[in-house]
T-cell receptor
Framework: DGGITQSPKYLFRKEGQNVTLSCEQN?????MYWYRQDPGQGLRLIYY???????QKGDIAEGYSVSREKKESFPLTVTSAQKNPTAFYLC????????????FGSGTRLTVV | QKEVEQNSGPLSVPEGAIASLNCTYS??????FFWYRQYSGKSPELIMF????GDKEDGRFTAQLNKASQYVSLLIRDSQPSDSATYLC??????????FGKGTTLSVSS
């Protein structure tokens, strides 16, 4: 079955540590997105990529980095510069300029310990 | 700043009633409009999308769009306890990623 796989489901980060969240899709979608969701909040855009080897910053890119070396994969690194990383991270993809909406992965819940 | 506004709720309705969820958006050039349902601790699930002014019906769900008023709504008929969730409105400004509202929490009591 086609879909988006995010891993891990839960992730714990120590202060000053970089961590990488995985996002893989087999839908053959060109565009991929990373959103962050805090309790009681909507989704805020971190980064997005519309084509391999190219990506753009979203509204809250500071403290995060991404790569898009393959069409299927769009990993997100939460760096030590991100001072408040505890949140629910959602990866999404779409085929046709979002005219048909995004398909979301199941999310990664990141907690700072 | 492009914005999507929703009442946070909670919106409480009895089982079998009609639930009405509303959303306004700021970018007049937006062309595509979406409603997602999100259960607690889960990822959003697309339930409706609409592009043209007027109504679009799918089962118990009806999406309504008024571009002149920059207003989108979702009606849920015959509400069920399983409809209890947060409903996110999303708007697609041209050439931009989807912008999401903060969501409205719906509670359907049996």
């Amino acid at each position: 079955d086609g879909g988006i796989t995010q891993s891990p489901k839960y992730l714990f980060r120590k202060e000053g540590q970089n961590v990488t969240l995985s996002c893989e899709q087999n839908l053959n979608h060109d565009a991929m997105y990373w959103y962050r969701q805090d309790p009681g909040q909507g989704l805020r855009l971190i980064y997005y990529s519309q084509i391999v080897n190219d990506f753009q910053k979203g509204d809250i890119a500071e403290g995060y980095s991404v790569s898009r070396e393959k069409k299927e994969s769009f990993p997100l690194t939460v760096t030590s510069a991100q001072k408040n990383p505890t949140a629910f991270y959602l990866c999404a993809s779409t085929e046709d300029g979002a005219n048909y909406g995004y398909t979301f992965g199941s999310g990664t819940r990141l907690t700072v310990v | 700043q492009k914005e999507v506004e929703q009442n946070s709720g909670p919106l409480s309705v009895p089982e079998g009633a009609i639930a009405s969820l509303n959303c306004t958006y700021s970018d007049r050039g937006s062309q595509s409009f979406f409603w997602y349902r999100q259960y607690s601790g889960k990822s959003p699930e697309l339930i409706m999308f609409i592009y043209s002014n007027g109504d679009k019906e799918d089962g118990r769900f009806t999406a309504q769009l008024n571009k002149a008023s920059q207003y989108v709504s979702l009606l849920i008929r015959d509400s069920q306890p399983s409809d209890s969730a947060t409903y996110l409105c999303a708007v697609n400004p041209p050439g931009d990623a989807l912008i999401f509202g903060k969501g409205t929490t719906l509670s359907v009591s049996s």
